[in-house]
């Protein structure tokens, strides 16, 4: 298992290590700010869940609040509604983009106060129709995995009253932590600038631990240490650590280190998308059909391909590929389903998402991330549709 292909890219060489320790020794400036793609400049945090918090605080919402969310989502993001004092409302989602359903929100609107538009796995969501059914009330875009997508011809993070963007490890730019708070309005910017203004910033021992452990985690999470230790460490931590107790919430600054790696290598993000976008179309033009839901781009998007999923007919068929891959080397994920009991048991889910759940408990990720080779991208490719047809 020593070559097992992980689904995320988690990214920090030596060289990342070196600028971080470099960069650790000053302090960030709350009002630091990174050039966000076709937006301008957005305001550091040190991570999209603590962004959350900061959005409905900006947004003055009062303790409470209801906050539309859907229910295929990275978990944190309820978390952080609870931890800004507000309650989820869950809201199901459109199976084509695994992002929320205009149609569902529609008819939950008047139960809700502000909503969070997830963009899932790069793809966007219907922001034009959401903004008209919102008609006024707060709308947030959550953009943790869809930088440099556009709708329209027009970026991801625009179209809300706030957006914001993560750097964590895993996501397109992988640095460790960090994200970025971002509005077009004056008024809101300026309310964010001083609620970021009052964050503590890391201590210099807290840097110098952040690089390190960043270094240590993303050794683990790649090749070869991924298939050979690091998928058992994951899978001890899942088990041992409580839903609630898992991704914690530090509401502060950035880290210096994070954000001097953020800025390096946000230049690099056009080529990034580019080699994500080409692997999702050879997988498009070469899955075999009928293996289960590919996810397509709509003629009106242009998306970054952050995961590739593919939708299988049951559960069954969807473990038995990841089975069938994994005894081949190559990884696989089912991201967030844990989130429907979890948001059962903390959130207040009351069963109403049946599409998220049946997509939450039939999605499969193959790994696509830039730094694959041809090669790894016809293996899996291979791999896939041999399992598609193979019996057992
Ligand atoms: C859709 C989505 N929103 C928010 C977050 C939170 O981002 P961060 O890890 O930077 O807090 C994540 C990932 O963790 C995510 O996938």
Known sequence: M?????????RYSIRDVVRGLVAAPKLVDARATISLPELGEGISIRSAR?????????????????????LYCCPVVFKAVKAAGCVPRFLDIDPETF????????????????????????NLCDMPKILDIMDGKPVIEDCAQSIGSKLDGRACG?????????????????????GALYSGKADLRARISELTDALPAPSRAEELKHVVTTYIRSKLRSRPWWGLVGTRIWAVYNKKTEFADKS??????????????????????????????????????????????????G?????????????????AERDKMAAYLRGRGVGTSRPYEEA?????????????????????????????????????????????????????
């Open 340 to 392: 429907i009991e979890g948001a059962a048991k903390h959130y207040g889910y009351e069963g109403d998402c049946l599409r998220a759940e049946r997509a939450l408990r039939r999605a499969l990720i193959i790994p696509s991330f830039c730094t694959l080779k041809p090669k790894d991208i016809e293996v899996i490719t291979r791999c896939v549709n041999e399992g598609h047809i193979s019996p057992d």
């Open 158 to 178: 625009s179209f809300g009253d706030i957006s914001f963007f993560s750097f964590r490890s895993g996501k397109y730019l992988s640095v460790g932590e960090g």
């Open 248 to 297: 914690p919430i530090v509401v502060g600054r950035m880290f210096a280190s994070d954000l001097a790696t953020v800025r390096k290598r946000m230049p690099c993000l056009d080529s990034m998308i580019s080699s994500q976008r080409a692997h999702a179309d050879y997988y498009e033009r070469n899955l075999r059909s009928g293996l289960g839901l590919l996810c397509l781009e």
């Open 99 to 122: 992002c929320l359903s205009p149609e569902d929100l529609r008819a939950k609107r008047s139960g809700i106060d502000a909503v969070i538009a997830v963009h899932m796995f790069g």
């Open 2 to 10: 020593s070559g097992l292909i992980p689904t995320e890219l988690h």
């Open 299 to 315: 003629p009106r998007a242009y998306y970054n391909r952050f995961m590739y999923p593919i939708v299988f007919p049951s559960t």
């Open 50 to 70: 603590a962004a959350v918090i900061v959005a409905l605080k900006a947004l003055g919402l009062p303790p409470g609040s209801r906050i539309g969310v859907p």
